[in-house]
């Protein structure tokens, strides 16, 4: 089992520019969870989904971003345009259940300059 | 508004003594709670759980404490190892279907050799 699997591990991005974050969850996991890591708030769920369905999104910061779950083994996040407040860790979690609790993937480093 | 408060950014300890990790919640509905450990350009791992109707669960070396009463719990590591130092996390979430974790900003264990 590869575990939770996120492209890019680093993105550097112009304000403005449109940035998409891949992830692949662990196979038969039904839940997908969005997480941005940043010093002043910690980590913060965005969105998440369950059988490819979103659930909560309330955690969207904005319109500029979105997230799409086209099938069980592939989701994204999209900034469209980014803005240098955005910079952050992001992380995609997948779960069968929530007793398991959470698998990360190893994160997304973005940087929005 | 923090609903999951770690209040200690950071915690220094003694190989082989006690490290005691603390976290105080705010929201009553919460009915399952969880450690997470990270290290540096990792996601978090998952550690252990205790559920509400528990007041500790023991894994080895690691043991959650609920006191439900006081919103509060813990996790005492006995005995600490270097390999130990990481950020801890934790986490809770509400019962029914609501599957969404909310964490606290972690504390930075230490542990010296």
């Known amino acids: 089992d590869a575990g939770v699997i996120q492209s890019p591990r680093h993105e550097v991005t112009e304000m403005g520019q449109e940035v998409t974050l891949r992830c692949k969850p662990i196979?038969?996991?039904?839940?997908l969870f969005w997480y941005r890591q940043t010093m002043m708030r910690g980590l913060e769920l965005l969105i998440y989904?369950?059988?490819?369905?979103?659930?909560?999104d309330s955690g969207m910061p904005e319109d500029r971003f979105s997230a799409k779950m086209p099938n069980a083994s592939f989701s994204t996040l999209k900034i469209q345009p980014s803005e240098p407040r955005d910079s952050a860790v992001y992380f995609c979690?997948?779960?069968?259940?929530?007793?398991?609790?959470?698998?990360f993937g190893s994160g997304t480093r973005l940087t929005v300059v | 508004d923090q609903q999951v408060k770690q209040n200690s950014p950071s915690l220094s300890v003694q190989e082989g003594r006690i490290s005691i990790l603390n976290c105080d919640y705010t929201?009553?509905?919460?009915?399952?709670f969880l450690w997470y450990k990270k290290y540096p350009a990792e996601g978090p791992t998952f550690l252990i759980s205790?559920?509400?109707?528990?007041d500790k669960n023991e894994d080895g070396r690691f043991t959650v404490f609920l006191n439900k009463s006081a919103k509060h719990l813990s996790l005492h590591i006995v005995p600490s190892q270097p390999g130990d130092s990481a950020v801890y996390f934790c986490?809770?979430?509400?019962?029914?279907?609501?599957?969404?974790?909310?964490f606290g900003k972690g504390t930075l264990l230490t542990v010296n050799p």
């Open positions: 986490a809770a979430t509400e019962g029914g279907s609501n599957y969404k974790l909310t």
């Open positions: 196979s038969g996991h039904d839940y």
């Open positions: 205790i559920s509400s109707i528990k």
């Open positions: 929201n009553s509905m919460f009915d399952y």
């Open positions: 989904f369950n059988n490819n369905v979103p659930i909560d």
């Open positions: 979690a997948s779960s069968p259940d929530r007793s398991y609790g959470y698998t």
